[in-house]
């Protein structure tokens, strides 16, 4: 996500932050620390290094 051109107010969010209070009138860009991530390992059935590629591709 390309926020360079962009006028919003940038607001991180990570889980120590105080509560803020947002008019709706106004626009804000939100940005997520990793500690929000979550990360779900699954086995595929992959055969072939070509059927890797194109799955790792489609996530790109």
Known sequence: M???GNTKELLLIHQEM???RVLPSK???IMLTPQFYT???EDLPV???YQAKRIAT???
Request: charged share 15%; proline share 0%.
């Open 58 to 60: 489609f996530f790109i």
């Open 27 to 29: 626009g804000v860009n």
């Open 47 to 49: 055969k072939y290094a």
């Open 39 to 41: 990360l779900i390992r």
């Open 18 to 20: 105080r509560s803020i």
């Open 2 to 4: 390309n926020f360079m």
